[in-house]
DNA sequence: TGTGTGACGGGCG
DNA sequence: TCGCCCGCCACAC
């Protein structure tokens, strides 16, 4: 594998999540093979605001909780994304996480 | 090289 | 589910 920076492979992995689904942040990591390093993952979504293609509004933590919604624009834009693609969201939380929820470990394999 | 940091996750109550 | 504590990883300086 080329010397890849961890961000490009968290971003890659983000840009495969189809719209209307949903994964955590441990998911990804543990997809990278660092599954202990879900924190460097939210790291790698805030470095990735120069990404214009990164739907970082699919990536919630293992709650399915929003906790990212306050590095976007607006507090509010995070859950419209959700809501436009057909993701509900109440509370700040994904009311079906568990079936809206995409494992990259398990989709891409 | 060491230190600080962060959009997390697991265990416990 | 939430709050608290602790451990983990990668990056910037």
Same mark, same amino acid.
């Given at each position: 594998? &080329? ?10 992995? &983000?840009?495969?999540? #189809? ?14 093979? $660092? @599954?202990?390093? $879900?924190?460097? &993952?939210? !790291? $790698?979504?805030?470095?990735? /605001? ?9 990536? &919630? ?7 990212? @919604? /306050? /590095? ?11 809501? $436009?693609?057909?993701? #509900? ?12 929820? !995409? ?7």
């Amino acid at each position: 594998m &080329v010397q890849r920076d961890f961000f490009q492979d968290v971003h890659d992995v &983000v840009r495969l999540i #189809p719209p209307g689904r949903v994964t955590s942040y441990g998911a990804i990591a543990a997809y990278l093979g $660092a @599954k202990a390093g $879900a924190r460097t &993952v939210g !790291w $790698a979504m805030m470095a990735g /605001h120069s990404v214009p293609d990164l739907a970082c509004h699919r990536v &919630v933590n293992r709650l399915g909780m929003l906790t990212g @919604k /306050h /590095h976007f624009g607006s507090p509010d834009a995070m859950q419209q994304a959700l809501e $436009a693609e057909g993701v #509900p969201v109440e509370d700040d939380r994904i009311t079906d996480f568990a079936q809206r929820f !995409w494992d990259p470990a398990k989709e891409l394999g």
